[in-house]
Each structure stands twice: as C-alpha cells, then as structure tokens.
C-alpha cells in the first residue's frame, strides 16, 4: 500500500534525496573530470617538454649539418685545382673547424676516383682525407678506400644520395686512430656538375650527445634518452642500453606500441608503461629532423605517473573534506525552509478543498504578507476567484441569449475566459451561419432550376439558329430579372468582312428586328470579345443609349456582357442591362448558361455548314470524274517520257563506264587540288586513293621553264571555262610517266564553273 506523506515530508524525502544524489553525483563527476583535465594537461606539459628538448637537440644537429653542408658546397669550387693542393687547403680548412668545436671527433672526406681520375669506369673507389683529435693533439691522414667496393654504411648513404645523419656505429676504419669510440656521423654529398663526387663528414662520438641529453629531467624521477631512425639507442642513462636496438632493450613495449616504426615515420606519440618495480611511467616521444634529412629521429622523455598527479591527489581530499560539509549545511538549510513553507500552504490548501466542492465567494480570499512566491501564490488564489465570479456571470448572459456581453480577460494566457469568448463567438456566428445558409440554399435551388429549364430550352431549338437565340435571350432576360438584353454572334462567312452581327434581341416584352453590325475590338461587345471576360458595370454613364449596343431607351443601374466561348473560342456575345443591379450568383448563373448556349451554337453552325459542305462534295464529285479521265490520259504520255529518259540515262551510264576503263580519270577543285581518281589511274600508278586525294595538281609534275611561266595562266583558263589538251610528265615512287591529257571545265546550273575535270592516256611515243 502506497503512504501517503505530507509536503514537509516530501520535500525532506524528495527534494534532499535527489539534492543529494545530484550533489555527489556532480561532486564526484567533477573530482574525477578534474582529475582527467589534470592528468590530460600533465600529459601535455610532458609533450611539450619533449617537443622544446627534440628541438634543442634538433638544434644541435642543423649546426652539425650546417657544417659538413658549407664545407661540402665550398669544395665545388676547387674541383680543378691540382690534388696536392686540394689535400693541403682542405687540411688548413678542418683543423681549425677541429678546434673551434670540441665536440667532434674528427672531420673526414671522400673523393670518388670517378670523377676525378681519368680515364676510371668504376663505380667504386675513392680517396679519404681524415682529421681527428687525440687529447690535445689532432692528426690527419690521407688514405685510399673501397678499391674493391664500397662497405655497406657508406654505400647505403652514398646511394641516398643527400644528407643524413648516420645510425650510430663503432668508428674502426681510419688507420692510425688511437681511439675506437661509439659514434653518429654527419653527412652532407657533394655534387660537381650534379654529378655524385664525394661526400663530407663530422663524427661526434655518442658522449656528447649522452651529457646534453641527462641533463634533461623536468620532474623528479625523469629522464630523457635518444633514439636513431632505426631504432638505435643513442643516449640513455643506463649505459647497458645505448647502441642497442629498441626491439631489443624494449621489446614488449615496441611490439605492443609499434615505437621503431613511429619514429622511423617521424610520429609524436606517448604511451603509459609500467616498469619492473610497479611503477607507472609516462613516455613521450616527439621527433627530430634536421636540415633536409628524411630520416628523423627520436626523443623519449620518461615521467612517473605518480609525480605529476601529485596535486590531483591533493587537490581530491581538499574537495572530498568541502562536499560532505556541504551537504551538511545543504541539510539544515532543508529543514528551515521546510517548515517556512508548508504554513501558509497548508491554509491555501484548505481553501482550494472548498473552491473543489464548488464554493466560489469573497470569504475565500486569503491575505498573506510573506513577501515571497507564497505571497504571490495567495495573490493569485484571490485574482482566480474574482474572475471565476465573472465568468460565472457572463456564462448566464450567454444563456439567455445575449451575444453583446462583455468578459474582460485576466491576461493573455486566460484559457476559460478565452473558451467562453469563443463560445459566444461560435454560437452568435452558428447564428449567422443558418440565416446565410438558407439564402444559400435559395441561390442553389433557383440556380439548378435554371439549369434545368434552359437546358429543355437549348435541346428544343437546336436546329435552328435564329429560334434559337430568340428563345434564349427572352428567356434569359426574363429568368435574372434583367429589363432588355441581346445576342450577337460572329458572322465569318465573307473572309474579308467579319463582325458581330445582332442576331436576336428582347425589351420589356417586345422583339426589337434590329440591324447592328459590331467590327472586333469595337464598343463593349468587342472589348467583351477580345478579353475573353465578363464585362460588369454599375456605373453606367447618363449617355448609355449611345453606347454601341444601342439597347433600350433609358439609363439602367447595370449592364452585363458575356462572352459565348467555346474551348477559348469566342463565338458571340451577350449582352444584358437592368435597372436592379445584378448579384454575384446571378453573374455566375448568366456565365454558366454561357457555356452551354456557345455550345449549342457551334452544334448548329456545324450541322448547317456540314449540309452545305455535303452539297458541295456533290457538286465536286462529278467535276473530279471529268478530271480524272484527262489525267489518265496525261499519265500515259508521262510514262512514255519518263521511259524516253530512263533509255538516255542508261546511254549516259554505259559511255561513262567507257570513260571510266578506257581512260584516266582525275577530278580537280579550282585550286588544282585532286577531289577525285578512277580505279584506272590508282591501279596504274600504284598509289593508295588516300595519299592522292587533296594532293595538288603540281605535286610530283615535271614542267619545263616556259611551262612554269605559263602555270597560273593555264589554270585562270580552266577557271574561266576554256578546256585545255597537254602534254606532262609525273614521277611517283621513282617511276615516270607520260600523258596525254584533256582538262574539261565542269559547270553548275547556272553555267559557272565548279570543278574540273581530267581525261589522260599513256602517252606510247615517250616510251
């Protein structure tokens, strides 16, 4: 069984249950929010930290580079001095490099045989000049390499092609070193004519790089190691990890995390691990790349968890210790205001109990002075019960019928006060809507009434135009309450005279037999025939009987032309005056009729034009069988013509085949370029058709100094209609040819010349 409780209760129960649910649940959701944001900027501070040491050391090995680039541009320029002179400059040049820059190990070139001895083919072989320092002394020494092939580390970079920075390596090639030390390499090619001639070089032994890097420690318990582009461990505190493979040294944390192949792509990345002794680690790793290498490498930066969230803990028992005395004070507060409000609530609760029972007076009224929502709240209790008086009052108005009440609206958001309003405005409106439904249903029945008599009247007189109309506008005028009125049809018998012409007219009960002629576009009529509309006037002016309708002796108070349209074709129009003035649903009655009066009168304009039409088919029928036995006789004579051609144009077909095998056959346009050739002269010179069509008249002709003179004149004379016989000689593909040729002008209809024509025979006497 569900307890009933009190509103005290509730709000003890409800409002401190959820308050503080709600206020653990934020409490703790931003405890731990915060303690994320701190663990996520913690993250960031160590990336950064990471990011500024990789660019410090990124610093250092752009100077690196730097130096090995300069030297390695600089020596370009000394490509063709004599050797001895190379070995002894570039000496001078190291040594001081050597001591001005106490990291480096030693400064070394290669020179590659190929590019510099005469007459060597081979892809190997080179020269080495080396200077390194042991103590305080530096020692130099020129030495030959790879006279029977390039070592691996060389070659690899050699074949790169551009500077790098080595992977870290033991140095035990240069002869006469004291020292063999663990070290990286700076490298920088030198192109002569781009060209690969050599390279130059810096060794800075992995010491140096061990001190820069140790110095890196942000937080206590930090540290900071180096990793080549191939995974090689360059710098770290522990020495038992340097020159060791990532794989190796970390071998759990790279399979799962894929570090070699991050930062042989130059990724930033951090992961979380934990090491031997339970301790949670943060590395960060952020990329080095310097110069134009594209081989970067890598610094680690490694963090304990437990040193930077330091102040997340901290900062989580201060909050813990703030939000339970919170919720204390949260629950004292409660009770307070608890009791402050259930009072003067449980008093308005009694009134509305008997406002339920549907008692409504000024006893209900209540006066508080809280000076809070409470107060309101009996303000508003008061303002309810007030207005439910008036609304009880106009409710009874509204019984007895009066529609003209008055309620005025406790605001804008009054939903009954507005509901009553509304019904008032709804039955005064049902009201007005039944007396206006029942003029409605006059109009309909008087319309359909209308429909239906002037329907028997048009099926009545379909046979005859002029009772028609005379039926119709009587009617018409008679039905609408109209005084005269009168139809005029298009009269298109004479093409080359149409009108409206007044075909039937009615006036207070007398036929007026009137003769009126309207041309289009003239008067009312017109206009009413031109616009294809309804023409309505209730303005009409004093002179109205010498308007062109000329209909009826006095002024009316309204006239009305409709025009008789059949599928937007307008075949008359009609046309009404009345000294009432016509109603909206008298308008449209008239309109309606219209259409059906426009189409009875083309019905019977067809059926009369169609008798007509039938006695002129007759008439015609017997004209056309005269006609038809002197075109039989005319068919005759034109058979035996056109078998006369067809005989000639047979003749003209063999003597072109003649033509055609007996002779060469060329086509020319104006310009003596070929448009056309006979099988015969292709088979002849043994030229494909499509190498010869477009070839000039000129191409591959032999022609004599007088016949070069005479070239343009030849051709004007063929232009102007003159045939021409020659003599000429072709060469194609090596073989010459003589003939004899006729050039025939071809003309057009009109006797001008468009092409011209070649007939040629193998001249035998050149032979």
Not at 71 to 81: D, E, I, R
Not at 155 to 161: A, E, R, V
Not at 521 to 543: N, Q, R, S, W, Y
Not at 630 to 638: C, G, V
Request: some cysteine; charged content about 30%.
């Amino acid at each position: 069984m569900k307890r009933k409780l009190k509103i005290r209760q509730k709000i003890l129960l409800y409002i401190l249950t959820v308050t503080a649910i709600l206020y653990v649940a934020s409490v703790g959701y931003i405890l731990w929010q915060s303690r994320a944001n701190i663990y996520s900027d913690a993250i960031e501070k160590t990336q950064l930290t990471a990011k500024v040491s990789a660019k410090e050391v990124g610093a250092i090995f752009e100077k690196e580079l730097s130096l090995v680039r300069t030297l390695s541009q600089a020596f370009t320029v000394y490509k063709n001095m004599p050797h001895e002179q190379w070995k002894k400059l570039f000496l001078d040049m190291y040594i001081p490099v050597l001591r001005e820059n106490p990291e480096i190990y030693s400064i070394w070139d290669s020179w590659e045989y190929k590019s510099f001895v005469p007459g060597y083919d081979k892809d190997y072989g080179r020269f080495v000049i080396t200077t390194w320092r042991e103590g305080n002394e530096i020692k130099w020494l020129y030495d030959e390499r790879s006279i029977n092939g390039d070592p691996p580390i060389y070659g690899k970079y050699k074949k790169l092609g551009q500077e790098a920075i080595w992977e870290p390596y033991v140095d035990q090639v240069t002869k006469g070193k004291a020292d063999i030390k663990l070290m990286i390499t700076y490298y920088s090619p030198i192109y002569i004519n781009n060209v690969f001639s050599g390279i130059v070089a810096s060794d800075v032994s992995l010491e140096s790089l061990q001190e820069m890097v140790s110095k890196i420690k942000p937080v206590k318990g930090s540290f900071a190691y180096l990793i080549s582009n191939e995974g090689i461990i360059a710098a770290h505190p522990s020495k038992d990890f340097i020159n060791k493979k990532i794989d190796e040294a970390f071998k759990i944390d790279n399979e799962k995390e894929k570090i070699a192949e991050r930062i042989a792509k130059g990724e930033e990345f951090y992961y979380t691990k934990t090491d031997e002794t339970g301790k949670q680690l943060l590395i960060c790793h952020s990329p080095i790349i310097a110069g134009k290498t594209k081989t970067p490498w890598s610094l680690a930066l490694s963090v304990p968890v437990d040193v930077i969230m330091a102040n997340a803990k901290e900062t989580l028992y201060v909050s813990l210790f703030v939000s339970i005395a919170g919720l204390l004070v949260m629950v004292l507060v409660l009770l307070f205001v608890s009791d402050n409000l259930t009072k003067p609530i449980k008093r308005i609760t009694d009134i509305l109990k008997r406002m339920a029972r549907g008692e409504v007076s000024d006893e209900l009224k209540v006066d508080l002075n809280t000076g809070d929502e409470i107060e309101e709240m009996a303000l508003a209790l008061n303002t309810t019960i007030d207005g439910i008086g008036h609304k009880t009052t106009f409710a009874n108005e509204i019984g007895k019928g009066n529609y003209t009440t008055y309620l005025e609206l406790l605001s804008d958001k009054d939903v009954l006060g507005k509901s009553l309003i509304h019904m008032r405005d709804s039955l005064k409106k049902a009201a007005e809507d039944e007396e206006k439904r029942k003029v409605d249903d006059q109009k309909r029945s008087w319309a359909n009434e209308g429909y239906a008599k002037f329907g028997e009247i048009l099926r009545q007189n379909n046979n005859d135009l002029q009772k028609l109309c005379d039926s119709v506008i009587a009617a018409l005028v008679k039905y609408v309450g109209a005084n005269q009125g009168g139809i005029f049809l298009w009269n298109d018998e004479d093409k080359t005279n149409q009108y409206f012409e007044l075909v039937s007219a009615f006036a207070w009960d007398r036929k007026k037999y009137l003769t009126k002629q309207i041309e289009k576009g003239e008067g009312l009529v017109g206009a009413c025939a031109m616009e294809k509309e309804t023409i309505f006037m209730t303005d009409v002016p004093d002179d109205y009987v010498n308007i062109t309708s000329g209909l009826g002796d006095a002024n009316p108070r309204c006239v009305i032309l409709v025009p008789l349209k059949h599928e937007d074709e307008v075949l008359g129009v009609i046309e009404m005056a009345s000294f009432k003035v016509l109603e909206k649903h008298e308008i449209e009655f008239i309109e309606k009729i219209a259409e059906s009066i426009a189409s009875t009168i083309l019905s019977v304009k067809i059926n009369a034009r169609t008798k007509m039409l039938l006695e002129q088919s007759q008439m015609q029928a017997e004209e056309m069988k005269a006609q038809e036995e002197e075109m039989r006789q005319n068919m005759e004579e034109l058979q035996a013509t056109q078998e006369e051609v067809e005989r000639k144009s047979a003749e003209i077909e063999e003597f072109i085949k003649s033509i055609q095998s007996s002779a060469y056959v060329i086509e020319y346009d104006l310009n003596g370029n070929i448009l056309n050739v006979n099988d015969s002269f292709i088979q002849f010179v043994g030229v494909p058709r499509e190498q010869l069509i477009g070839s000039h008249h000129s191409d591959n002709l032999e022609l004599s100094d007088v016949q070069k003179k005479e070239y343009g004149t030849f051709w004007d004379n063929l232009k102007a209609g003159i045939s021409k016989k020659v003599k000429s000689t072709i060469t194609w593909k090596g073989k010459t040819y003589h003939f004899l040729e006729t050039y025939i002008p071809v003309k057009d209809s009109e006797g001008r010349v468009y092409k011209i024509m070649k007939l040629a025979f193998e001249d035998g006497e050149f032979k």
